[in-house]
């Protein structure tokens, strides 16, 4: 099954671009999702299918994919962008979602 | 597009519980569900699948024999029956719709599990 890596943690400053990224073994051909989770909330898709942004996502979210890694990036980072960020796969193997181990964006 | 789920609690360890969520804003039998768990402090972890229709249901192999999803679409309502609960699956569960890329297009808020004794 796939095991799918994210940095633990990632900073930036306002208006500053913030971005995380997500690899894993044979990750080339597999769509990757984004969900932020901002403290004490349910998580919100903000980019699906690699670089699809959801009807309500701010243009400032945005996601690309090249090989074996997936980035989100968020440019112009606000003090609301403060969350934790998590990437999610379908496994190849079984059809089973399979999310990262999440990052937390800390906006100086 | 809302989810609203309910059932959580604290339970003993070996107990049960029937967790729902019932859905609004848009057509439940024409979509897949999910439910996924957090533990405290923890990532996100999925749980189960059922299909639009609920012919179809899949579970993680760390719940699977012990969790039972089901949908009943005149209710209009999803259900997760978790069975020998231990403290490992103490969580926030969170029903979650299915997006047709495979992603997870809404979520609920979520309902708080806590196993203990």
């Known amino acids: 099954s796939h095991v799918v890596t994210q940095p633990p943690s990632v900073s930036a400053a306002p208006g500053q671009a913030a971005r995380i990224t997500c690899g894993g073994d044979n990750f080339a051909h597999i769509g990757v999702h984004w969900l932020q989770q901002r403290p004490g909330q349910a998580p919100v898709l903000v980019i699906s299918?690699?670089?699809d942004r959801p009807s309500g996502i701010p243009e400032r979210f945005s996601g690309s994919h090249s090989g074996n890694t997936a980035t989100l990036t968020i440019s112009r980072v606000e003090a609301g962008d403060e969350a934790d960020y998590y990437c999610q796969i379908s496994d190849s193997s079984n059809n089973h979602p399979v999310f990262g181990g999440g990052t937390k964006l800390t906006v100086l | 597009v809302q989810l609203v789920e309910s059932g959580g609690g604290v339970v003993q360890p070996g107990r049960s519980l029937r967790l729902s969520c019932v859905p609004s804003g848009f057509a439940f039998n024409s979509f897949a569900m999910h439910w996924v768990r957090q533990a405290p402090g923890k990532g996100l972890e999925w749980v189960s699948f059922i299909s639009y229709d609920g012919n179809i249901r899949d579970y993680a192999d760390s719940v699977r024999g012990r969790f039972t999803i089901s949908r009943d679409n005149f209710k209009k309502t999803l259900y997760l029956q978790v069975s020998t609960l231990t403290a490992d699956d103490t969580a926030i569960y969170y029903c979650a719709r299915h997006g047709g890329d495979g992603s997870f297009d809404f979520w609920g808020q979520g309902t708080l599990v806590t196993v203990s004794s």
């Open positions: 299918n690699d670089s």
